[in-house]
């Protein structure tokens, strides 16, 4: 389990990290979303142990992870910006790798020359990008490891790699338990892979939940009434109200049996749930702290 309690980071007085607070379920594959700047990169770097906290806790199962080797024996991670030696070829890093992490496995490196079909004695630095990020998931997962984070994985991919890597993500997720933390702006993808998700924004996580639960959370209705328009008591948590015509779409949190009954008290001519996408969630969490799309009179 990842539990990171309240910490705070700050660089040259800003503070990237605000007291975040977030815990990663063992065998999860836990989404972590939010806008630019929100603090995600920095909350990984400091996971890792890249990053040292101004205060709070980092753990992985109950250790600190700073300057702990044998925790960090058990991540593997690969940042948006991958680092490799810069006249090194696929095996020397390889080699790197193995040096690195004894729980490096050489047998599944060899298996995935067929799956990645790269060819290992090319220097890195002359692949495209696409071509370093699957080199990236190449030896991260040959590290056997508990825990893989990864900070924009699959940006670079074609769509074939893309379902490629994720199958394998996934494939060790079910048999050897692997706890995965991803960082991405593509909720498309992570709506398909992830069962947990927590929302960050300006340097604290704002909520977490499983993927279900924030679904069941947050509901999508489409009403017409039959006169004038009602106006909605505080006992409807309103997170958007757009109109077209007649037809009124609300954003509620809460539970939608519940919305149901309330709002059938209107008689309605129409009442309608809509299935919401982690993307609309995504953008009317944050709607409750100014961040929506905007229109521009040009």
């Known amino acids: 389990m990842i539990e990171v309690k ?3 980071k700050t660089f040259d ?3 990237a990290l605000g007291g975040a607070t977030l815990t ?13 700047g929100a603090g995600k990169t920095t909350l990984l770097r400091t996971l890792t142990g890249v990053y040292r906290q101004d205060s709070g806790e980092v753990l992985v199962d109950g250790e600190a992870v700073y300057e702990n080797v044998a925790v960090k024996s058990r991540i593997a991670t690969i940042p948006d910006d ?9 095996r020397d890093m390889m080699h790197f790798y193995k040096g690195v992490y004894p729980t490096f496995n050489a047998e599944r490196y060899e298996r995935f020359k067929d799956v990645f079909a790269i060819d290992e004695k090319r220097t890195i630095r ?10 990236a998931f190449w030896l991260s997962m040959c590290v056997m490891p508990d825990y893989l984070i990864l ?3 699959v940006d670079g991919l074609d769509p074939v790699m893309r379902r490629q890597v994720w199958s394998l993500i996934m494939q ?20 398909d892979v992830c069962d947990h998700v927590g929302i960050m924004n300006r340097g604290k996580v704002l909520l977490e939940h499983s993927l279900s639960e924030l679904q069941d959370n947050t509901v999508k209705l489409q009403v017409v009434y039959p006169g004038e328009v009602p106006e909605l008591g505080a006992e409807f948590k309103v997170l958007h109200h757009a109109s077209t015509g007649r037809v009124h779409t609300y954003i509620l949190r809460g539970n939608l049996d519940e919305y149901r009954t309330r709002m059938e008290e209107f008689s309605p001519l129409l009442l309608e749930a809509i299935p919401l ?6 953008i009317y969490e944050l709607g409750g702290v100014d961040y929506a799309v905007k229109d521009i009179v040009l």
Do not use: C
Not at 82 to 90: A, C, D, G, P
Not at 172 to 191: A, F, Q
């Open 13 to 15: 007085g800003f503070a």
């Open 82 to 90: 991958w680092y490799y030696f810069l006249q090194s070829n696929v």
């Open 24 to 36: 990663v379920p063992k065998g999860a594959i836990y989404g972590l979303v939010g806008p630019n």
């Open 172 to 191: 060790d997720v079910s048999e050897r338990g692997t706890t995965v933390l991803v960082s991405s702006h593509n909720l498309r993808e992570l709506e």
């Open 151 to 153: 900070d924009e994985p």
């Open 126 to 135: 002359r692949l495209s990008k696409g071509m370093q990020k699957q080199v």
């Open 6 to 8: 309240n910490i705070v």
């Open 277 to 282: 996408t982690l993307e609309e969630i995504f």
